[in-house]
């Protein structure tokens, strides 16, 4: 039986163009970027909130530097932003946009907006030798949850792995106790936006790489014996995951 042939990452241009969006739900005001290929398709998201906190901007990032990595290995926006819709948490209520006058959550108000903007109208895909397709399917009885307890800075959490062995994780979960719903619909978003890259084959060591090293709150020491400082949740959850569901690094002796 042939193996199925990995997506190859299509990086976008130096320069490109870009779709910019400003919203607001509930008096919280965001910012939305999309930037895209030369052939229309869209390469990059970027979103932030205009005076969010630490956590839920960085989160945010997580959520920007996820999405973009699937989006350049092949799998379509659409496709993304529906694991978004109708996902609920605060801020929630009315927007100034007519078209979508109430929505669940800010991610609920960005999939209506990706699929309903003019702004984006639909591109052919991505000239890719190996398109992504879904090869991972975490209900599978293969893929058996893990989960660990972790502690950054005081602040405890769980993250639940769902994985058939190493480098093939299909799922992930992160809960972080005694924070708003914000967090946690944000922590929800990203791991949702990550299954769907690792579950079209997108490398678990590209998604380590993108979030590995990223710096918000809460930051610290940690209760990880081999991860005794890190720089922000996803610098955690990225250095757990290496750690334990990546072949170790060979090192080269003289």
Known sequence: MEATPTPQRILPPATADAISHKFS????????????????????????GAKEGSIVNGLFDGLSLTTSLALQYGIPLDEIVSQWEGKRFEPSGFTENMDYPTVKSPLDYLARWVKGSESLPEPKLLAQPHPATRIMNPQDPVYSPVTHKFSIDGHEGYLTVWAAERAKVANLSIRFAKEDSSVYGLCDGVCDTAAIALQHGVPLQALVEEWKGLRFEPSGFTSHQSIPRVKSLLDYVARYLELNFLPPVETKTA
Do not use: C, R
């Open 25 to 48: 739900i509930g008096g919280h005001e965001y910012y939305a970027i999309i930037s895209k290929y030369q052939e229309g398709h869209p390469a990059m998201l970027d979103v932030k």
